[in-house]
């Protein structure tokens, strides 16, 4: 079981900037992918940024340019830099952890998903 706790979101006016943290813990033998996603009212969920287990990094159009995602697996964390936000970017943000489970010489790659929390731009 892994257990994602997002942080960091806020109110911000058009052009600031935020720092959004995906933390997790629990028991797992490695973790492969992180994602960010977006839930806006009214609206489809949407992937926002991804990193692969070495770094490759994809990013939504929207995303492009002005956000950033990394990773520290030594501190079991990740992170999203967002810079010159837009109202747009207002959303429920959420994190995806893709863990590596080894059991019972079976290995697993479940998602665990953290509760989000919720950024705003106001214009």
């Known amino acids: 079981q892994v257990h994602v706790v997002e942080s960091g979101g806020g109110l911000v006016q058009t052009g600031g900037s935020l720092r959004l943290s995906c933390a997790y813990s629990g028991t797992f033998s490695g973790i492969g992918s992180m994602a960010w996603y977006r839930q806006a009212p009214e609206k489809e969920r949407e992937l926002v940024a991804m990193?692969?287990?070495?770094?490759?990094?994809t990013y939504s159009d929207s995303a492009k340019g002005r956000f950033t995602i990394s990773r520290n697996n030594a501190d079991q964390v990740g992170f999203l830099q967002m810079n010159r936000l837009i109202p747009d970017d207002t959303g429920l943000y959420s994190c995806?952890?893709?863990?590596?489970?080894?059991?019972?010489?079976?290995?697993?790659?479940?998602?665990?998903w953290g509760q989000g929390t919720q950024v705003t731009v106001s214009s």
């Open positions: 990193i692969s287990i070495d770094d490759r990094t």
């Open positions: 995806t952890i893709e863990a590596v489970i080894v059991d019972l010489g079976r290995t697993s790659f479940p998602d665990y």
